[in-house]
């Protein structure tokens, strides 16, 4: 899952920048 | 654990040698905990000298260092690489635990990536062996995701401000491998040549060759 640095730390997050994180579960479905 | 050699001694099959300085705290207490073991026969002691060996002999950025030339001289390497880490990396001969489930990512003119784990220290051994210090440290796993452009300029890595920064987050299955840009001015050097140019921190990520 892929978020902004803006999304995780608002106004303070810095420009040009993602956060990949693996959340993989296998319970989890794909959000279509 | 350090000293492994060999099993002269003939008593508990371990053979430590002189040192000139005594242990550090940490040092004697594996000492002491490795000696209880052996004792009690919980513990494999040839296992043991096989499990020190493979991590002083056979794990560390060296083989990481020769996925990222193979993936530089020959391009079906490259894609396959991308496609399935934990394969391509198989190929060459690296694998196993910590390195079940391997992520490469490309660095770009556009992109740089950026690997930590912010939950402890999770790290690709059988490509990089283990971690270093600071990896572990907390102010790199906060700051990797927090300010990672100020971190990376502050381990003498600049960026640009136009350069997209990828930061991953190991986690306990998937571990990362930066493949590095391959340096100008390198297009003579045989893969193995290349190999001694790529180093443990542009495979993490903090550094760009």
Partial sequence: VRFTSHELWGEGGEAGQTINVDLWERYLEEDR | VTGHSDHANGETGHDHPHRAEPLAPVEARVAAIEAVLVERGMLDTEQLDGIVSEFEHNLGPLN??????????????????????????????????????????????????????????????????????????????????????????????????????????????????????????????????????????????VERL
């Fill in chain 2, 64 to 205: 990481g260092a020769k996925v990222v030339a193979r993936a530089w001289v020959d391009p079906n390497y490259r894609a396959r690489l991308l496609e399935d880490g934990t394969a391509a990396i198989g190929e060459l001969g690296f694998g196993g635990p910590e390195g079940d489930h391997m992520v490469v990512v490309e660095n770009t003119p556009e992109v740089h990536n950026l690997v930590v784990c912010t939950l402890c220290s999770c790290y690709p051994w059988p490509t990089l062996g283990l971690p270093p210090k600071w990896y572990k440290a907390p102010a790199y796993r906060s700051r990797a995701v927090r300010e990672p452009r100020i971190l990376l300029a502050e381990m003498g890595t600049s960026l640009p401000d136009d350069v997209e920064i990828r930061v991953w987050d190991s986690s306990a299955e998937v571990r990362y491998l930066v493949l590095p840009e391959r340096p100008a001015g390198t297009e003579g050097l045989s893969e193995e040549e290349l190999a001694a140019r790529v180093t443990r921190d542009s495979m993490i990520g």
